[in-house]
């Protein structure tokens, strides 16, 4: 194993240019015992530390507002979308429905004009249906007639 002696100088760590340079990135440092250190990044993305170790460069993750603004406008479309789904499903029963009413009518149509018809008569100005005037004729129960 190799170990680098400083003598408490500093060591600088370049890492490659990036044009996203962010006030909040970290230089970090892991020590051979299991420590880790922070520090400052510098504007070219180099790293200071006076010890050895493995260095990275981190980012903190998005805040809890952050977070919460990105989901408060995702239950705002869901809530919209659901609003319209719902009208969509309400609207679509209600075709459903009526659809099922005019199929029936049509069959009661189509079943009353298979079966005997009725006269029309006008009345007044109304037309309207009347059952034919034959019958049948009234028949003495005995043949006395007076």
Aim: hydrophobic share 40%; glycine share 8%; proline share 5%.
């Amino acid at each position: 194993m190799v170990e680098l002696n400083t003598m408490e100088n500093h060591i600088l760590i370049h890492f490659p240019p990036n044009n996203d340079y962010n006030k909040n990135m970290k230089c970090v440092r892991f020590v051979k015992n299991g420590t880790i250190e922070f520090s400052n990044v510098t504007m070219n993305n180099t790293c200071i530390s006076r010890g050895q170790g493995h260095f990275a460069i981190v980012v903190p993750s998005l805040k809890p507002e952050e977070e919460k603004k990105g989901k408060w406008k995702w239950w705002v479309i869901g809530f919209g979308v659901g609003i319209v789904g719902l009208i969509l499903l309400i609207v679509m029963g209600i075709l459903i429905y009526k659809c099922v009413r005019l199929k029936k009518r049509g069959n009661m149509e189509r079943q009353s004009e298979k079966s005997e018809a009725l006269d029309d008569v006008w009345v007044g100005n109304s037309r309207m249906p009347s059952a034919s005037g034959i019958r049948t004729q009234p028949v003495l129960e005995n043949s006395y007639v007076p």
